[in-house]
């Protein structure tokens, strides 16, 4: 009897590419001689602690895979090439490898193959398997390598579901970021599965024009809370964007993907919102400059738009919209920072203006709207006045606006103390955190319309 394994590794076509759901890791998929397929980790279950638990590899937003060439945990591009197989003959058995046509590659990996250079890309996987140069085995992968250069075909796909760790992006860096991010999406020779090619042009434009923000350690902490009880139909209209177009950088990442930053890309029609993973974590020097250089700082992960209808759902979106409408609430306040001044200086030499980067933070207690504290002067005999001043925790309410003040939208109020300001502050054995916003009262709307009062 005999296995016959099919494209392990395997990134695209049938069959469809499983993974652990239990781990994320990439699963070896066989067919057995009776017709039946089973799923192994790729270096054997006694690694792992638990069964392989197969789904579809598109199902998690996240996948540990490795470079198919070098076994790198990071790689970036998927390459194509002509079916290979591997024919592997035994005393009694003759197993036959089905390795696929689609390779996934780190970024070192991919400029060895751009290149075509089989012996070096040989030379890493002997290397990383700590294989001797003269072993069948390290023969056997220069033979897989030479075909699959020999028959490579036009084009890479970008991988979006690596499971990177965050790296974080200095603020004085958003400039050159922006604009390599701008240039992948132009690649014309690169494809991203997610974005359809207009999109990716109207993203690129709108990046062109992008204002850029980074957003400090608490606004992003208070956005990720507020985000958690946005309510469904929240729409973003052009009035809610600080400006048409923008690219906007969180101090920490969010959801299963770990977005790390966010673009807004303003039509006639409609608002396209691009979220964007932070790459790079994990790699040696010289591959960290080769990926700034082939592909940037950001990694496009999901484009979706807003509409009429409501924001629609995916990892950084509410997020987007919770930020946005805090600072159009008008509790932040923005810091201009300087670029790097390497980056500086490099648009000066292309005579580019060097964009503003603003950081934005909270504004300071006194700045946000709280009730009125009472005074000795205003005390009743039901009212006396207090002697101690206590903590009131923040709350969601209801704030009018618009014609005739006839529509309604919730603003956050931000914890405060009541009481004369003179007054010690009562002990408390309650914790708050004035930066986090706690969930909006249940059952009710967060907007709502009214009809406006009669007129004479």
């Not at 940037?296 to 509409?307: D, E, F, Q, R, Y």
């Not at 956050?412 to 002990?427: D, E, K, M, Q, T």
């Amino acid at each position: 009897m005999t296995a016959d394994p099919i494209a392990p590794r395997r990134l695209g076509g049938p069959p469809t590419e499983m993974a652990c759901a239990t781990c994320g890791r990439i699963l070896n998929t066989y067919r057995t001689p009776g017709g039946g397929v089973s799923h192994l980790h790729p270096t054997g279950p006694r690694d792992y602690d638990h069964r392989p638990a197969p789904v579809p590899a598109d199902q998690l937003a996240a996948v540990a895979r490795d470079c198919d060439f070098c076994s790198n945990p990071y790689p970036i591009l998927s390459i194509r090439s002509g079916p290979v197989h591997a024919v592997t003959i035994g005393e009694n058995t003759q197993t036959t490898h089905n390795f696929g046509d689609t390779w996934a590659a780190c970024i070192t990996c991919a400029r060895l193959v751009d290149a075509g250079k089989a012996a070096p890309l040989a030379r890493r996987a002997v290397d990383g398997a700590s294989w001797a140069t003269d072993t069948i085995a390290a023969q056997a992968v220069h033979r897989i390598h030479t075909t699959v250069l020999a028959t490579r075909q036009p084009g890479t796909t970008l991988i979006t579901t690596t499971d990177w760790p965050h790296t974080p992006i200095p603020a004085t860096t958003l400039p050159k970021a922006r604009d390599a991010t701008a240039k992948l999406l132009r690649a014309g020779s690169t494809t991203l599965t997610a974005i359809g090619a207009p999109v990716r042009r109207t993203i690129a434009d709108g990046l062109d024009q992008a204002h850029l923000y980074a957003i400090d350690e608490e606004l992003t902490d208070l956005a990720r809370h507020a985000a958690s009880d946005l309510p469904a139909g929240t729409t973003l209209a052009p009035a809610d964007l600080p400006v048409p177009h923008g690219l906007l950088l969180w101090a920490q990442p969010h959801g299963p993907r770990r977005v790390s930053a966010a673009s807004w890309t303003s039509t006639a029609d409609e608002i396209t919102i691009t979220t964007y993973r932070s790459i790079g974590a994990g790699l040696p020097p010289e591959a960290l400059q080769h990926l700034r250089e082939d592909i940037g700082w950001l990694l496009p992960v999901t484009a979706t738009h807003a509409t009429q209808q409501g924001i629609a759902a995916g990892d950084g979106v509410p997020l987007l919209v919770a930020t946005l409408l805090l600072i159009a609430q008008r509790c932040t306040e923005t810091i201009e920072v300087e670029p790097d001044p390497r980056i500086a200086r490099a648009y000066r030499r292309s005579r580019r203006p060097l964009p503003a980067v603003r950081l934005v933070q909270l504004r300071g207690r006194s700045a946000h709207s709280r009730p009125a504290q009472p005074s000795p002067a205003s005390a009743t005999p039901d009212q006396p006045t207090p002697h101690v001043r206590r903590w009131v925790s923040g709350f969601w309410r209801q704030q009018p606006y618009g014609p005739e003040r006839s529509l309604r939208r919730w603003r956050y109020v931000f914890a405060y103390l009541r009481g004369p300001h003179s007054a010690p502050i009562a002990a408390s054995t309650t914790v708050r955190v004035l930066g986090k916003v706690p969930p909006r009262p249940a059952g009710q709307p967060a907007a709502r319309h009214r009809d406006p009062p009669p007129t004479s």
